[in-house]
């Protein structure tokens, strides 16, 4: 048997494994108003919590990373999916503040591997022109979960209550691995699947030191720190993350504490801004692969990477000084979490340009990892600098965009491969 377009069926698959990724993480957000109650919890609790997730995310993203270049692609995601389904269905048994960190922290170290998979997966399975267009679709799985989340999560928990709901939503990764394991057999190569086409413009739109990338070496963590490029993604993920995270974790409580809302309303107005994340993932890989016809690679990255940022700047601002509705709130937010993953699909490509194959997962996974650090210092300040209001946490994200930018073009001179350059 064999299927046209395998590559995107596994694309497909990855996507769907992030929907069901955001779906368990932004739950929590969801639901707490009245979690809270039940636990009797405060936002200092909702604080500490979702630190631990951070925390544990960020030494998640490392580990995975190196598990990802040891195991593979396929028995990676069946080890990260298994295990962050595992502590979604442990909430069920939280009691309190500490148990529920536990479960958290659990969740956050399981979720982490999703990224550097994904990155090290298109690397396996995608010419270098589409990378960022997959990139761009795997991203978009953030998005969608985010999307699907807050009025199915607000239903759920209207009929089932938030114990179950957990459950629930755990069970859905379970049933992810079955299509997985049947469709991801092994690499594009000895696929048995795969048609001949499909395999040739595969392997042809490779640079040509990567056409064996199973025979390539590995490279040490120092080895790959060596390099001012690898810097550059790590410094540029250090200064983007906080302002994705900020609205997964905190735009639920933002509308609670501003205006009022309920689990239900804010089911009604959460998703709305990841309809604009959705479009900006998919454009920014459509548009990095028209430009990368007439331009190079290098050009066409940081091309895309700085227009997000400007917008994510602009729309920031325009937030700050004119949202005092939640309509218009959640409008900004649409255009900064556009401009965000317009961005961050090129700047989670970049690893899989400058490494081969077997460091991929590798880059990633410290990119991640450092780039949550900073989300956990955010998360931090939160509860501190927004006891009068919102805004001096708005004003950093604005700062963070420009920063982002150009740690890519100050520290990157040259999008392309460097580990020929490593001795």
């Known amino acids: 048997m064999k299927i046209k377009g395998l590559r995107w069926w596994i694309i497909g698959l990855v996507c769907l494994a992030t929907i069901i990724n955001y779906i368990d993480r932004s739950a929590l957000g969801i639901m707490w108003p009245e979690m809270s109650k039940d636990l009797g919890l405060t936002k200092q609790d909702y604080s500490w919590i979702i630190n631990i997730f951070t925390i544990t995310y960020a030494a998640g993203k490392f580990i995975s990373g190196k598990v990802y270049d040891k195991v593979g692609t396929k028995i990676g995601f069946v080890l990260s999916i298994f295990f962050w389904s595992l502590a979604s269905v442990l909430h069920f048994f939280a009691k309190g503040a500490a148990s529920l960190g536990i479960f958290r922290g659990l969740l956050g170290v399981a979720e982490a591997g999703n990224w550097p998979g994904a ?13 960022g267009l997959a990139q761009g679709i795997f991203n978009s799985g953030a998005a969608i979960g985010s999307i699907v989340a807050a ?25 992810w ?41 590995s490279l040490s963590v ?71 016809n007439k331009n190079s690679l290098d050009k066409a990255r940081k091309k895309v990477i700085a227009i997000g940022g400007i917008i994510i700047f602009i729309a920031i601002i325009g937030a700050i000084l004119f949202a005092d509705t939640p309509e218009k709130f959640v409008s900004f937010v649409f255009v900064v979490l556009f401009g965000f993953q317009f961005s961050i699909s090129n700047i989670q490509t970049i690893p899989s340009d400058l490494l081969n194959g077997k460091s991929v997962g590798t880059l990633a996974g410290l990119g991640g990892s450092i780039g949550a650090v900073s989300v956990i210092i955010m998360n931090w300040l939160i509860p501190i600098i927004t006891k009068e209001s919102y805004t001096p946490a708005f004003i950093i994200l604005a700062i963070l965009a420009p920063l982002a930018v150009l740690s890519i073009y100050l520290l990157i001179k040259e999008i392309k491969p460097i580990e020929n350059n490593i001795k």
Not at 119 to 131: G, S, T
Not at 266 to 272: D, E, P, Q, S, V
């Open 119 to 131: 990155v090290k997966n298109n690397a396996e399975w995608f010419p270098i022109k589409e990378r």
């Open 177 to 217: 691995i079955i299509p997985w394991l049947i469709f991801n057999k092994t690499q594009p190569k000895n696929h048995p699947w795969i048609t001949e086409e499909e395999k040739e413009h595969i392997e042809s739109g490779r640079l040509e030191s990567r056409k064996n990338i199973e025979d390539d070496k």
């Open 222 to 292: 120092l080895e790959i720190l060596s390099k001012k490029e690898s810097w550059g993604v790590i410094a540029s993920r250090f200064f983007i993350e906080p302002i994705w995270w900020l609205f997964v974790f905190w735009m639920p409580i933002y509308l609670f504490d501003e205006f009022g809302f309920n689990v239900k309303e804010i089911g009604l107005y959460a998703w709305f801004p990841y309809v604009g994340a959705m479009i900006g993932s998919l454009a920014g890989g459509w548009y990095v692969k028209q430009l990368m």
């Open 151 to 175: 009025p199915t999560v607000s239903e759920l928990f209207g009929v089932y209550g938030w114990r179950i709901t957990f459950i629930i939503i755990g069970v859905l990764g379970f049933l």
